[in-house]
């Protein structure tokens, strides 16, 4: 099963970290945390890498559905999204809030993870319409 949900929009790694900031944001989320995965392997194990940041989303009704109907799902917030490249490309990819659903097996979830795959697929339409 796909775990993820993927675009690859046109612009530089820059540019698409700040439109998928602001589509995010057009959705509801706020970015709670922020890893520059790259900075990080280069500071710590000298390590080369492409650019790849994981920004952790989080919207905050949405958090607190999930977290009422099932305390431990804090370990799978925020939802994380990734952007980085491969081969020249830009890729940004979400997790599929579906996932909550189906590793916890907690039906409950579902209307929480259909919402947050509502809001996180507008958000990656978004993307990838500025760049079409």
């Given amino acids: 099963m796909p775990y993820d949900r993927t675009v690859k929009p046109a612009g530089t790694f820059d540019e698409t970290v700040e439109a ?4 995010l944001a057009e959705q509801g989320f706020g970015i709670l945390t922020e890893i520059d995965v790259q900075a990080t392997l280069k500071a710590k194990l000298d390590h080369d890498m492409e650019p790849y940041l994981i920004l952790g989303a989080c919207n905050p009704p949405l958090a607190r559905q999930a977290l009422d109907a099932d305390r431990s799902i804090g370990l799978l917030l925020p939802c994380n999204v990734v952007v980085r490249t491969e081969g020249g490309q830009v890729i940004v ?27 996180l697929d507008a958000a990656l339409a978004a993307l990838a319409e500025s760049s079409a």
């Fill in 20 to 23: 998928v900031r602001r589509a």
């Fill in 93 to 119: 990819q979400a997790i599929d809030p579906a996932s909550m659903v189906t590793l916890t097996g907690n039906d409950a979830m579902a209307p929480v993870a259909d919402e947050a795959a509502r809001r």
